[in-house]
């Protein structure tokens, strides 16, 4: 199975700044995702991250407030631009790769708070 | 669009006790689906799937699911519960349609007492 690391771990930030979440994997991967969990709701899609392309954005994100990039086949980031408290979440990204039986590999999140 | 519904916000049960946490899904065809789990500030931990064949799956940590096509229903259970089974469990759905995306319900906080 993927090993999945997330830097940081968890962060607080001032309103208006950007934070950048990196996501690495042990192994190259098909397909890495990015999710949302807001305070004690369920994982939200925000986008399918494409190695070598632009990300694929869910309806209701977009890419100038969640760039993101992915440079080769085992690392991706998310940056959260312009946080407001609004962007208090959970963010996690996810790896699928058709070798491991359709299962998807969840990273162990980021907590994010802005203030 | 596919959606998942968990109509237990929060289950409490007794250690020993028997457990089933229920979830439904709306998708036109058969759908790829998934029970995960989260631990307190841990990330998602895959309990079982299920894609097509014998409708009762086994997973890990003695969890087990049916899935039910005439019900659209996809419900968790497991016939004794540990305390260390107080979680967040989560169901899913893939459209199975390539895209590998998956919708999630809003989950069901399991307490455990003593």
């Known amino acids: 199975s993927a090993v999945i690391s997330q830097k940081p771990s968890r962060d607080i930030c001032q309103r208006g700044t950007s934070l950048t979440i990196q996501c690495q994997v042990d192994s190259q991967v098909t397909m890495m995702f990015w999710y949302r969990q807001q305070p004690g709701q369920s994982l939200t899609l925000i986008a399918t991250?494409?190695?070598?392309?632009?990300?694929?954005?869910e309806s209701g994100f977009v890419i100038d407030k969640f760039p993101i990039s992915r440079p080769n086949l085992t690392f991706s980031t998310l940056t959260v631009s312009n946080m407001s408290p609004e962007d208090s979440s959970i963010y996690l990204c996810?790896?699928?790769?058709?070798?491991?039986?359709?299962?998807?590999?969840f990273g162990p999140g980021t907590r994010l708070t802005v203030l | 669009a596919q959606s998942v519904t968990q109509p237990d916000i929060h289950i409490t049960v007794s250690e020993g006790a028997s457990l089933e946490l229920r979830c439904n899904y709306s998708y036109g065809a058969t759908p790829y689906l998934f029970w995960y789990v989260q631990s307190p500030g841990q990330g998602l931990q895959l309990l079982l799937k299920?894609?097509?064949?014998?409708?009762l799956v086994q997973g890990i940590k003695g969890f087990e699911a049916e899935f039910k096509r005439s019900q659209s229903s996809f419900n968790l259970r497991k016939p004794s519960v540990h305390w260390s089974d107080a979680a967040e469990y989560f169901c899913?759905?893939?459209?199975?349609?390539?895209?590998?995306?998956?919708?999630f319900g809003k989950g069901t906080k399991l307490s455990v007492i003593p």
């Open positions: 991250a494409n190695q070598g392309s632009e990300a694929t954005y």
């Open positions: 299920y894609f097509s064949g014998d409708t």
């Open positions: 899913a759905v893939d459209s199975g349609a390539g895209s590998y995306q998956l919708t």
């Open positions: 996810s790896v699928y790769t058709p070798s491991e039986g359709n299962e998807q590999f």
